[in-house]
């Protein structure tokens, strides 16, 4: 991969001056997304959206399909990794029941809470009310960022860091990215408010790119991940995170959007 840095710094006087090299940089915005070097035991609420649009033609007319559920949650993260993330979420609104029975966060890694062989969304009727029912594994697909990243094959990154207006610097990184429409690149924002340690970062894909070959080809679109974090005692740990994208396939677009809030956390009871 080439890359190349370009990099903005306040004036020599205002402070001592920060490593100029890329990796430097780089390697410390992976914080906000390794999770806190200790056991934590937090507590929020998990929020999720989902559409299902199914075009019309000969099999009768077109259908727009939205649910809305929500539900708590009581999760352990130790060392970066997640123990556990299941969930009970109950349906909001007049919508379709949504079957939901984990959630894969943007911090940390997750394990294999769930093991299924299906990546895909059931949707099917509980007696008179429509039921839609994502799997796990599709779910882990929609939403880890590693992986989003993971399966993109940049040739050339551009990476430079600025100073904020608020204070501190913000790590900007860009990437053309294949098969996306147009000219607009994968872009990663971190923000660093204390200049050393990162509290948020934002990932935009371009706004559609095309995924697959011949005739088995989706349409990616509008994919984007937030995260907000907070340094405390037992590390960075998260507040708020947020990922939506929608996906079109065969003349189907499926939308989804998922947010966590994160209330309350303290270091796990046997973690010392």
Known sequence: MLTFALFLMLPAHAEPALPDDPAWWEEQSRAVLAGPGACVDVRGEAHMKLMFVRPGGLMGPGETIKADASGPFAWRIRDGRWVDTRLEMKSRGDGPDLS?????????????????????????????????????????ALNMVDEILQGLKPEATLSWVEPRDAG????????????????????????????????????HLPRKVRIGEGLVVATLMDAQVHLRAAQTDVGL?????????????????????????????RRCPDDG
């Open 100 to 140: 939901i029975s984990t959630a894969f966060p943007v911090m940390g890694q997750v394990g294999d809470v769930i093991e299924s062989a299906d990546a895909e969304v059931s949707i099917g009727t509980d007696g008179e009310q429509p039921s839609i029912d994502m799997a796990a594994e599709g779910m882990r």
């Open 168 to 203: 501190g610097y913000v790590l900007v990184q860009r990437a053309p990215v294949p098969g996306a429409v147009g000219d607009s690149p994968l872009e990663i924002r971190t923000a660093f408010p204390d200049k050393k340690v990162p509290t948020a970062v934002d990932v």
């Open 237 to 265: 740990v998260p507040v708020e995170e947020g990922m939506s994208l929608v996906v079109g396939f065969l003349g189907f677009t499926l939308g989804v959007e998922q947010r966590i809030t994160y209330n309350a956390m």
